[in-house]
């Protein structure tokens, strides 16, 4: 199983930002993003099921949407409005649909966000 991640970067706050998670080698249940920001722990950003059922931290609500192409097993973070403590490390994250008690990870990519 990979995950490959893309689209992070560097970007003015108030801009906007798309991350695409591409999966590949079984079949995905939950797909989500999770974030890790300098001196913090790894959080859940968002997260959508197989059905397109979405889950988004109070932090994001309103700013970014999770979407995902089942035919694919892409899954896409839109981020608007981007503030300074958006700055982390985003993460991919894929449940196997077959197997539930796998879970993983992609390699992460970096979304900084400059005043």
């Known amino acids: 199983v990979q995950l490959v991640e893309t689209g992070g970067g560097l970007v003015q706050a108030g801009g906007s930002l798309r991350l695409s998670c591409a999966a590949s080698g079984s079949i995905f249940s939950t797909m989500g993003w999770y974030r890790q920001g300098p001196g913090k722990q790894r959080e859940l950003v968002a997260a959508?099921?197989?059905?397109?059922?979405?889950n988004y931290a109070d932090a994001v609500k309103g700013r970014f949407t999770i979407s995902r192409e089942n035919a694919k097993n892409t899954v896409y973070l839109q981020m608007n409005s981007l503030k300074l403590e958006d700055t982390a490390v985003y993460y991919c994250?894929?449940?196997?649909?077959?197997?539930?008690?796998?879970?993983?990870w992609g390699q992460g990519t970096q979304v900084t966000v400059s005043s």
């Open positions: 994250n894929a449940r196997d649909l077959i197997s539930p008690s796998l879970n993983y």
């Open positions: 959508i099921t197989f059905g397109s059922r979405t």
